[in-house]
């Protein structure tokens, strides 16, 4: 199905049947058939992820909605599947890693499907379409796990925000899992089924309050 052209194949994706060419040290991606879906041209494809692994991310070849991370003449970019350019190749590189704290680690706003951004030192957040929602201007993206719980910070101009808050401020819905979809349609329910106790209850109550004045 492949000709013998290159020196490795890496499945990438599965469901895709996409996989990693590499020839001559540059990188391209090619499907099962082995048509050509980016060119063998690039310098690396997919990112080293065990540096954020409280991000949670399971394929180091697929980023937020699928997106590919590409790195061409020392500058990334995110490609679709079809190797379409979703993201220019202009940052270099993706995520925080912050050089006094070793915790302070984040490539990722996941509740938004957003990834963070380098560029000379600054840094940013697209989203999965490549739009731009803070530019590469922020000291600091960082994550912090409270509790159990994550929080993600950004630092701008001496002022600290909270990254989620800062979003819906600006309109950006969040993307909800299934398991909260269900939580909250559980809680919409009990709390559905315990008005509608407490409306029968108040009707049983009024009902027989009329009764005693007849």
Known sequence: K?????????LMDKDAGIYEAKR???YGIIDIKGNIKLYIENDEIGMDISKFEKNDIRNKYLLVDN???VKKNNLWGLVDKNG??????KYDSFGYIASSNKDALNLL?????MIVTCKDKKYGIINASGEEKFPTMADDIYMVIDSGTKYYYLNFRDQ???VEKWLDSIGVKAVKSSENTTSTTSENLTQNSSSQN???NDEDESAQNSSNEE
């Not at 379409?84 to 190749?89: N, Q, Y």
């Open 2 to 10: 492949v000709q013998i052209l290159y020196d490795s194949l890496k």
């Open 198 to 200: 407490n409306t029968s």
């Open 109 to 113: 706003v996941p509740n938004y499907n």
């Open 24 to 26: 001559e040290n540059k």
């Open 160 to 162: 600290r925000y909270d």
């Open 84 to 89: 379409k350019t979703v993201v220019d190749f």
């Open 67 to 69: 997106l590919i991370p």
